[in-house]
Structures are given as structure tokens and as C-alpha cells.
């Protein structure tokens, strides 16, 4: 039996019980009419004859009831809730009940005392409410007396989100949720009550509220609270022991939807996530609407978010280009399902093919590109460099060229913070990409070409969130590299926001960095995610240090010290001057390394490194220039 057939099979039980209570209390009520009519007296009420009369009109009269309590929606509330409203309903039922029962008999003439219609609602009215008040107050008295089995919860936020929380969990059947206290920041409500529950404090008391009240749970709802203000209060949460659930968004609030099946666990993206950075979507719809706009790598984590973006701002055509056709018809039934006006294009192909990508700006005709496609996993380049070169490197040659040709108004490609001072293959084909982009930058008449560069995109395909949440579902261990790695992380639609807005400053050349906040340790971030699965680091899930990967830099920078830092019309974005080298030199390379990659020669790392000249290979020493670094973060 699955949980929807045992909530049914309760609610019939509960209806049944409260209709058989019913139809004691309606005829209970009859007679204490009659009763209390004939002062007591059971011989007067006999000789009377008006005791026969109620009992031949009594079926009808029951039945008449059942069915007016019905309408009134009397078997469909909650016992354990029951408020003013469903004592009104009471009311209001029995004094139609009445009505109707002196009118029927008199019409049959079923002789009563005259008293009797009057007395036999208000006992009926007074019956049916006390009947349903008293399951609530036992219910009470018997929590009250430590018999609740529901999780002793604590509540973060006392605003508008909070009451919501309260609410739905008072008067759901499927929560097991009892508040007991509620935090929240603001001192004028310290003291306070929020729907019986005492307000007891700020963040600062969160640590002694749990062991006063004996707070098994955490419930997180303030949805309109920054990233770093979340981000403090969750870490204190944390510290706790407690597990911690959170609200989803404020629209879901504005809308009226919160329920406890919305309620969800807190990710490790809550305690990482940043302020959002905050772009201007007039400029961005100004920039795509009505445009063709193409994605290279569209099914992948961040061409997929950029589709969605795109879409949302009325291109006149939206082309998804990727290799991997899983990928591509996973957003392309996502976009028809949320945006069905759309007019979308749905390819399948690769970079690599210098033939295709032609055909498909020859026919579609895009005026912006969003250049996705590439090859990103470190050690897996490592290990097959020719491949990171044949479709980073020469994708992008192909699909730059193919946009210069035809007259693209903007191209930009999505670089990585692992093209700056690179130390693996792929950080170094991602820089000779960016090259290639500013050699086309300076070459073209019509297209303006840009680069964008980030840090670490949280949960994205193959990252370190993805790859902890495993280990810890199978019980560990959980592989961190180093104990002092580091990285920078940002969401992805907070990247796409980035790229999309880069699009609109772009005037060729450039490559456009974002502030990335503090980096975290992956070892932290490690024990963080172990912790919010409600297990204890080196207790119950072990973390074992596999040493750095071929290719892996303890740190990642977002600038080379030689570009310099310029800030945007956004405070958050920047500009790095590129660096200069010879296109005609650049060219030349790309013809070596073309050849040496199709021959899939075990050397093609040296014509990389003749390339790039800030790539040093492991066990390379640093160049003395390089050992300078300008991490951009706030």
C-alpha cells in the first residue's frame, strides 16, 4: 500500500467515525429537547405523544442533516485544526436543519411543542462544534504532555515566509514538523509571538536555542536574504548537527506556494552561493531580441543555461548546436515544454567539421554566437591532447572563421579561468582559443570578438560537487587532491548572466573577467557537504588526500598579471587588456599544430607550449613573471 492509499483509506475511517458520531449527536439532541421541554420528566414526555412524532420524522431528519454538514464541507476539514470558520458552518447547517424539519412536519402533521425547533438547534449547533473542538483540544493536552512524536524544529525567519511555513505545517497530514522557537535577525521582533511560537532571538542564538528547546531540524525560511547573508546564518545551522531544510524562491512565496513537499535540503550551493551578480536585462533583451542567435555545445551545463536565457528574451530564431544528441533533445523538449512561441532550431554536428559549421551559418544566418563546444576535463586532456586541440583549439578556429565570413555581429566564447598560466592541456588550448578570438578581433570588420572568463561553475557536468554528493550516497570515502586546493565557484545562471552581458560591452578584443569572491578549499567544501548529509567528517564518511592530478594547480588566477584590470559599467565585471603577440606567428603555429594533431603526434605539447608561452608543463619550473598573480575577487 503506497502513502497516497494510506492517507485515503485514514480520511474514509475519519469520515466514517464522525458520521456515526453525528447521527448520535442529531437524535442525542432531539430528544434533550423534548427533555428538557417536559422539565425531565420522562412520563410527562410519553403522555405527551410529541416523543412519537420526532421518532417517525427522525430517518428523514438524519439523513436531511448528513446531507446539509456535507454541503457545509463539515467531513472534509481537519479534526486536528478545526477554527471558527467550521463552528460557523456548524451553525449555520443545524439552523437550516431545523428550518427545514418544522416546515416538513408540519406538513405532516407531526405535532412538537413550539419550543422545540429552537431548542433542538442550538442543542444540535452546540453538539456538532463541541464534537469537533474537543478532538482538538485532547490532541493539544496530549502534545503538551510530551506525547508529540513530531520533530522538535527550529525556524529561521520570522517574516512573511516564516508565518507561510507555520501555516502549512499546522494543517498539512503529511507533516511531522512541530516549531517550537523561531530566529530571526530583527530585534523588534525578539520576544515577540509568531502563531503561539516565541521569537527568541538572532543568528547568536541559535546554538543555545537548539539545546534549550531540543531542536532536532532546521527550517530556513527568509527567500529574499542575500547569498552572504544566507551563507552566515547556514554555517552557524550547520554547526549544529541539525539537519536543515530551506524555502525554494520568493516567487514561490509571492505565488502562495509553499508546501512541505517544496521544502527542500540545503545544498552545499547555499553555503558557496554569492551575492548574484546583477546584470542590466535591458540591454540584454535589446541585444538578442529579434536576432538569430546561435549556441555552440548548447545541451551542455552552461550552453543549456544560456539556451534558457536566450529564449526567455524573444530571439527571432534560437539555434542548439552540439555533438551530443542525449544533450540536445533534453533541452530542446525543455524549451518547447516552458517557451512554446519559440522558434528553435535543433542541429547535431561538430565543430570539428569545418564543412557543416559553414552550411549551418550559410543557411541560418546568426548575428550572435555563443561559442560553448569544448572539451573541459583536465586529466582527461591530459591524456588525449590531440583530441583537446582538434576540438578546442580548431572548433573554435572554425566556427570564428565561419563568423567572420559571414558578417556575425557578435561572437563571444566561453573561456576559463585555466587559460591563465596554464598547467594542462586544456587551460592551454582554452588560451590559444582566446588568442585566436583576438586575432580575429583585429582582423574583422564587422564582428566583434570577446572572451569571457570564469572560475568553476557549481554543479555543473563532471565538477567536484557532482563527484562529493556520490562518494557520500556510497557511503565514502570522499577524494579531495590536497588539503590546500582552492577554487573559485560561481552558479550557472550567474555566468550565463556574465556572458550574455559581455555580449552587450563587447567592442572586440577584449576578455571579460568576473569578481569571483573568496575562493573556498575543496577540503572545507568537502566536510561542509559531509556534514549537511547529516554525517560527521573522518567519522562517518572518511576524506582521503589523492594528491594533485596531472595538470592541476593548487590555485587557479582569472587574470594574467599582464593584462592588467579595467572595471565595466557593472562593478562586478572586468576587462583584461590582452596580451600582445604576432598574428602572423600565431598563424603559423595553428599550421604546425594542425598537422602535428592530425597525425595525432606524441609531441604536440611542445608546439602548445611554442604557443602559449606562459604553459609550463608539470615539473616545469615557474617562470620568474608568472609567479605574480592578480586573482580577481572582492
Excluded at 405532516?108 to 469537533?132: D, G, H, W, Y
Excluded at 520533530?151 to 517550537?180: C, F, W, Y
Excluded at 535591458?282 to 531580441?289: F, K, N, P, S
Aim: with cysteine; proline share 4%.
Amino acid at each position: 500500500m503506497d502513502i497516497l492509499e494510506k492517507i485515503n483509506m485514514k480520511k474514509t475511517v475519519r469520515v466514517v467515525a464522525l458520521l456515526l458520531a453525528d447521527l448520535v449527536l442529531i437524535n442525542l439532541a432531539q430528544f434533550l429537547a423534548l427533555y428538557i421541554r417536559f422539565e425531565f420528566s420522562m412520563a410527562a414526555l410519553r403522555e405527551s405523544g410529541f416523543l412519537d412524532s420526532v421518532i417517525r420524522f427522525a430517518p428523514f431528519y438524519s439523513l436531511m442533516c448528513i446531507i446539509l454538514f456535507g454541503l457545509f464541507g463539515l467531513y472534509n476539514s481537519l479534526w486536528a485544526y478545526v477554527s471558527m470558520k467550521e463552528a460557523t458552518h456548524a451553525g449555520e447547517a443545524a439552523l437550516i436543519a431545523g428550518l427545514l424539519q418544522h416546515i416538513c412536519m408540519m406538513a405532516l402533521k407531526l405535532p412538537v411543542p413550539r419550543s422545540f425547533p429552537v431548542m433542538n438547534t442550538l442543542l444540535l449547533a452546540f453538539f456538532i462544534v463541541v464534537e469537533r473542538f474537543a478532538y482538538r483540544l485532547v490532541r493539544t493536552v496530549y502534545q503538551e504532555h510530551g506525547y508529540d512524536r513530531r520533530v522538535r524544529t527550529m525556524l529561521i525567519g520570522a517574516g512573511a515566509g516564516g508565518d507561510m511555513v507555520i501555516r502549512e505545517l499546522s494543517t498539512s497530514p503529511q507533516s511531522h514538523n512541530k516549531i517550537v522557537c523561531i530566529i530571526d535577525d530583527q530585534r523588534k521582533k525578539h520576544g515577540l509571538h509568531l502563531a503561539g511560537i516565541p521569537v527568541v532571538g538572532g543568528r547568536d542564538k541559535i546554538l543555545e536555542a537548539v539545546k534549550q528547546y531540543r531542536v532536532s531540524e532546521i527550517i530556513f525560511a527568509i527567500p529574499s536574504c542575500s547569498h552572504s547573508q544566507r551563507r552566515e546564518i547556514l554555517n552557524i545551522c550547520q554547526s549544529t548537527g541539525c539537519p536543515i531544510k530551506t524555502l525554494p524562491g520568493l516567487v514561490d512565496i509571492a505565488n502562495g506556494k509553499v508546501t512541505v513537499q517544496k521544502l527542500r535540503k540545503v545544498d552545499i550551493e547555499d553555503l558557496l552561493g554569492r551575492d548574484s551578480v546583477s546584470v542590466n536585462s535591458g540591454e540584454i533583451g535589446l541585444h538578442i531580441r529579434n536576432k538569430t542567435v546561435l549556441v555552440t555545445g548548447g545541451g551542455g551545463s552552461i550552453g543549456s543555461e544560456l539556451c534558457r536565457q536566450v529564449a526567455k528574451n524573444q530571439p527571432r530564431r534560437l539555434i542548439i548546436f552540439d555533438i551530443y544528441e542525449n544533450n540536445a533533445y533534453a533541452i530542446q523538449q525543455e524549451l518547447l515544454r516552458t517557451c512554446p512561441g519559440l522558434n528553435l532550431v535543433v542541429l547535431i554536428g561538430s565543430v570539428r567539421d569545418k564543412k557543416r559549421v559553414r552550411m549551418i551559418f550559410e543557411q541560418y544566418r546568426p548575428e550572435i554566437v555563443y561559442h560553448a563546444a569544448a572539451h573541459k576535463h583536465v586529466p582527461l586532456m591530459e591524456d588525449s591532447p590531440n583530441e583537446a586541440v582538434k576540438n578546442n583549439v580548431f572548433g573554435t578556429y572554425n566556427v570564428a572563421e565561419a563568423a567572420d565570413e559571414y558578417g556575425v555581429e557578435t561572437f563571444v566564447l566561453i573561456s576559463s579561468d585555466k587559460a591563465v598560466n596554464p598547467t594542462n592541456v586544456m587551460g592551454a588550448t582554452k588560451r590559444i582559443c582566446e588568442m585566436i578570438i583576438q586575432m580575429f578581433a583585429r582582423r574583422s570588420a564587422a564582428t566583434r570578438f570577446v572572451a569571457v572568463r570564469f572560475g568553476n561553475v557549481l554543479g555543473s557536468n563532471g565538477s567536484v560537487i557532482p563527484l562529493f554528493r556520490r562518494q557520500i550516497e556510497t557511503g565514502g570515502p570522499v577524494t579531495v587532491t590536497h588539503r590546500d586546493i582552492i577554487r573559485y565557484f560561481m552558479t550557472i545562471p550567474e555566468a550565463v548572466s556574465l556572458v550574455m552581458q559581455a555580449g552587450v560591452y563587447a567592442k572586440g578584443g577584449e576578455i571579460f573577467v568576473l569578481d569571483m569572491g573568496d575562493p573556498v578549499r575543496i577540503d572545507d567544501l568537502a566536510r561542509k557537504m559531509i556534514r549537511l548529509s547529516g554525517l560527521e567528517p573522518d567519522v562517518d564518511i572518511r576524506i582521503v588526500y589523492t594528491g594533485l592530478r596531472p595538470g592541476e594547480k593548487l590555485y587557479e588566477e582569472l587574470l594574467m598579471s599582464e593584462e592588467g584590470l579595467e572595471k565595466t559599467a557593472n562593478n562586478l565585471i572586468f576587462v583584461g587588456h590582452p596580451n600582445g603577440f604576432s598574428d602572423a606567428e600565431l598563424e603559423k603555429g595553428l599550421d604546425r599544430l594542425y598537422i602535428l594533431c592530425q597525425e595525432n603526434s606524441p609531441d604536440i605539447c611542445d608546439e602548445i607550449a611554442a604557443i602559449v608561452k606562459t604553459y609550463h608543463r608539470e615539473g616545469e619550473p615557474l617562470p620568474a613573471q608568472e609567479e605574480e598573480k592578480v586573482p580577481v575577487h572582492s
